[in-house]
């Protein structure tokens, strides 16, 4: 299943390093997604002028991805499983995916945000989804289970990326399990942190961490009517470029549109609409940063489909090659938000139900329409449906799917053709002049095996289940290592003291085993 060898000539063409690298991800995209926004927008898109090839996007279990193994492949260059980040699968079925021994099951894997820090370069992550969501933990976490937010976001604030910027305040807070409240932690590590457009423009700190929402930001067409305060993607993307750009040795940056897929799992043309073009919008600030600094590999891709959108359905079986393309969009033209967001404005007793169905292009309904929004049990579902029948718009299913997706990519080592999801986290390592796999053998080495050949004793204190740390000892020191962080602590048993050492990776517990780098080992010795 992986590339054939003219495919991998193609891509490993141009060897040239990038000093920077821009990787944008639109999540649950699809060619008709790019084709209807281009269509709604009436120009061709940023994205039109950097078609190089396609993606396939298959997990180690499934022909069609969740987004956790996706954005794992993407980051780290290695297939996993349903709800894994930064960590190697435990069943692999899919044809010509490597087995993977049962020992090394859940074991994390380096990711090229990782590496560039490792070789100097400042790093960054943008999102409109929560900064914790699948594919920006992806780059940036190593969890057992995307939901577990507490894990992620403690592993990237002490990662002490340079630039964060997203939604995902309630898992900084202090209503967190394990009782740490990482906001204080955030100002202890000296971001600027910024909650909302107006300081995050005026900002000129050098680490930035943006926080604009509790859980995820609106959709780009509800934000100018429901949250004007929160910055759009191409501003945070813009913001993140000319930040990281002030370091000499370059940078990483990831962008994520996130809420196509979450459009996508509702059906809602509109919402698909609404971030595809907001996300165009960010490639754009990529592109025009590229084109001065050629030393920029920029790339763009899904990490997957979403339910299978079509422009025509049952209503066009037989006048297809006769509809114009205005009986397509117009009816999308009159909505001006999102299912979510008109319903944001809904009255309790629904009173301005016809008004609200208005604002999400549902004018003028018939006496069928109007009685369906009246018996509705599922308001979403159903406004969907009519505006879709109105645009000929069709949906197979309100999951992900397994198709093959558009790859777009510009710049020094760019890949072309048809390639693997996971390719692509080789070639911006490659660029960045790094190998993954050399980095997951630095940076995650099994702390018991490592410390008992050294002759400690070892265990893992659950005394805080919250808060497991790794103990290692022997006759002259005491070991303490805290998951998800970047600090070791050694006690000297002879005098007491206790110092504390902090790297430029974390700690990882997978319920099993704890894992933590050379250089920890080496300090500790």
């Known amino acids: 299943m992986g590339a054939t060898d003219a495919e991998a000539k193609t891509v490993n063409s141009n060897n040239k390093k990038a000093k920077n690298v821009i990787m944008l991800v639109m999540d ?12 709604y927008k009436g120009e061709s898109l940023a994205l039109d002028s950097i078609l190089t090839g396609a993606v396939r996007t298959y997990s180690a279990e499934s022909a069609i991805t969740d987004s956790a193994p996706a954005a794992t492949a993407l980051a780290t260059g290695n297939k996993s499983n349903s709800g894994y980040v930064g960590v190697l699968p435990s069943t692999v079925t899919t044809p010509g995916v490597e087995p993977v021994a049962e020992e090394d099951a859940f074991k994390p894997v380096a990711n090229v945000l990782e590496g560039a820090k490792l070789a100097g370069k400042a790093t960054g992550i943008v999102s409109t989804s929560e900064i914790q969501h699948a594919t920006p933990a992806g780059f940036s976490s190593h969890v057992a289970s995307r939901s577990n937010y507490d894990d992620i976001a403690e592993q990237q604030v002490y990662q002490n990326i340079d630039v964060v910027l997203g939604g995902g305040y309630n898992s900084l807070n202090d209503t967190r399990k394990d009782g740490e409240n990482l906001l204080t932690t955030i100002e202890e590590k000296g971001y600027d942190f910024v909650s909302d457009r107006e300081e995050l423009l005026s900002t000129n700190s050098n680490k930035i961490w943006g926080s604009f929402a509790p859980s995820a930001l609106a959709y780009d067409f509800d934000r100018p009517s429901t949250n004007p305060d929160e910055p759009t993607l191409a ?94 969009i117009e009816p999308l033209k009159k909505a001006t938000m999102t299912v979510e967001g008109a319903l944001s404005l809904l009255k309790e007793d629904k009173s301005n139900l016809l ?15 109007i009685t369906k929004l009246n018996e509705s049990e599922d308001l979403a579902a159903t406004m969907v449906q009519l505006l879709s029948q109105r645009a000929n718009i069709g949906f197979t299913t309100g999951g992900h799917t397994g198709d093959d997706v558009f790859l777009y990519a510009y710049g020094p080592s760019h890949p072309t053709g048809l390639v693997e999801n996971t390719d ?42 919250n808060n497991p740390v790794f103990v290692a000892e022997n006759n002259n020191k005491i070991v303490k290592i805290p998951e998800n962080k970047n600090i070791v602590f050694v006690e000297n048993k002879q005098n007491g003291k206790i110092d504390t050492l902090e790297f430029n990776s974390v700690a990882v517990y997978n319920d099993k085993q704890f894992f933590i780098s050379q250089d920890m080992l080496k300090a500790v010795r």
Not at 355 to 369: C, I, R
């Open 235 to 328: 501003e945070m993307t813009d913001k993140a470029i000319q930040t990281l750009s002030k370091d000499k040795d370059g940078f990483f940056l990831m962008v994520e549109g996130s809420k196509i897929d979450w459009a996508a799992h509702a059906n809602d043309p509109i919402g698909m609409i609404s971030d595809f073009l907001a996300f165009d919008d960010a490639v754009n600030e990529a592109l025009e940063f590229a084109k001065t600094n050629p030393n920029t590999l920029v790339i763009a891709v899904t990490d997957h489909g979403n339910s299978g959108i079509t422009i025509g359905n049952t209503n066009t079986d037989s006048t297809y090659d006769t509809t114009p393309v205005s009986a397509y």
């Open 355 to 369: 008004d609200v169905a208005a604002l999400y292009g549902l004018t003028n309904p018939s006496a069928e329409e």
């Open 424 to 465: 692509l986290a080789h070639t911006m390592a490659k660029a960045m002049n790094f190998d993954l796999n050399n980095l997951s053998n630095n940076l995650f080495v099994n702390a018991q095996e490592s410390f008992e050949t050294l002759g400690y004793t070892t265990s893992i204190d659950n005394s805080d289940e």
């Open 28 to 39: 649950g995209s699809s060619d008709n997604v790019s084709t209807i926004s281009r269509w």
